[in-house]
């Protein structure tokens, strides 16, 4: 038994020797995550800011000018600017120098007045669809407003419900704190595939792999030696984004930070057991890292991450189940923001212990037969 662990314990200093000795490899492991955290928390968001307006008012009363104003006056919007040609809007569009037009019709400010329907022209840029959608949202409100305001708003307003918002878990709706809780897992899939993936392939071209197959060490030992050294980079990677979450992001953590750590160790075991097999398969670390990334990129877009997944057909949903991101974001955002129960967290947790021994016993295999 003492032998083994000998073995053992030689194995995985190697491994993290191999990973940390050179100096740019180093750096490798801790400052990428680091700009992708700082990149991917304040410029990868979905929020529309910013954004430019053209007008186009044939009106010219008070309410076309209370409703320039207002749109000048939102914290979302960049600019307006003004036209009295009807050309204008379609170059501003075709030129993407604008994301919506305002026509206001020459009636605007009279029909308001006498209480009738008073229509709007609203143009927007289909080719930035999403974004189109929430300038629309923005500018619907602002409209909103001003009906209410009006003689015939004011009138309606009398007999009206009133509908009072209030969002749970994330209040002031601020995007840290749904993006960087993402990044604690997203990121560290990253990492541990790629450090993983290379791992066998860096041997095989070194020509140190055959050795490794002639030691004394047995299968399961040089998995296990594979298999600790990429988690322990993961759990740094994962405490060092839990801390700038906290202390950095000011995102709150309200579950149980040990529970989040025992579900890191089967969500890491399950990213490592597919960077083994995609490792046992590679001859060069270019067909590693080609692997890694054909994971990677369809785990990230079916995880939850940015699109849910309630939002795709049903047999794409069914792919998701093989994904170990979409699990252990769910737990992510849960102990961040809501306080996720323990007996949930199991529930999500079973599926990383199942997709873990199922690529690891893969690699395993794999070592196995090239030991044959």
């Known amino acids: 038994m003492s032998m083994a662990l000998t073995r053992l314990r ?22 990428p995550p680091l700009v992708q955290l700082l990149v991917f928390s304040y410029a990868a968001t979905l929020e529309v800011r910013n954004f430019d307006v053209l007008m186009l008012d044939r009106d010219h009363g008070h309410w076309s000018a209370e409703l320039t104003r207002r749109i000048e006056a939102s914290p979302f919007v960049g600019s307006v600017r003004a036209t009295d040609d009807p050309a ?15 026509e206001i019709p020459a009636d605007f400010s009279r029909s308001i007045e006498a209480g009738e329907a008073a229509d709007l022209g609203l143009i927007l840029d289909g080719r930035r669809s999403n974004a189109a959608q929430i300038v629309a949202g ?27 918002a209030r969002t749970w878990f994330n209040p002031n709706l601020i995007y840290q704190w749904f993006m960087v809780p993402n990044l604690v897992a997203s990121i560290a899939l990253l990492i541990g595939l790629i450090v993983t993936a290379l791992s066998v392939a860096r ?42 979450a906290v202390f ?19 969500y890491l075991a399950a990213v490592v057991g597919v960077g083994l097999f995609i490792s046992s398969l590679s001859m060069t670390q270019q067909q590693a890292i080609l ?47 809501k306080d996720l129960p323990a007996g949930e967290i199991v529930r999500q947790t079973l599926p990383l212990a199942a997709i873990a021994m199922a690529t690891l016993m893969s690699a395993a295999w794999l070592f196995r037969k090239r030991m044959e």
């Open 203 to 244: 041997e095989r071209e070194l020509g140190t792999f055959d050795q490794l197959m002639v030691s004394p060490l047995r299968t399961h030992e040089i998995l296990i030696g594979k298999l600790v050294p990429p988690m322990l980079i993961g759990f740094f990677h994962i405490s060092l984004f839990i801390t700038a």
């Open 88 to 102: 204008a809007l379609r170059t501003a569009i075709d030129r993407q120098t604008v994301i919506a037009a305002v």
């Open 248 to 266: 950095v992001f000011g995102v709150p953590l309200r579950g149980s930070l040990l529970l989040l750590y025992g579900s890191a160790f089967f």
């Open 291 to 337: 692997g890694a990334f054909l994971f990677m990129v369809p785990a990230m877009l079916l995880s939850g991450f940015a699109t849910p997944i309630d939002n795709m057909p049903n047999w794409l949903q069914t792919v998701t189940y093989l994904n170990p991101l979409r699990y252990f974001l769910a737990v992510v955002r849960g102990v961040f923001l």
């Open 138 to 164: 923005y500018l619907q409100e602002i409209v909103g407003g001003l009906a209410a305001e009006t003689p015939a708003g004011q009138r309606a307003q009398k007999a009206s419900v009133t509908t009072i």
């Open 10 to 31: 030689a194995l995985i200093v190697k491994e993290l020797l191999a990973v940390l000795r050179d100096p740019k490899g180093r750096m490798i492991l801790i400052l």
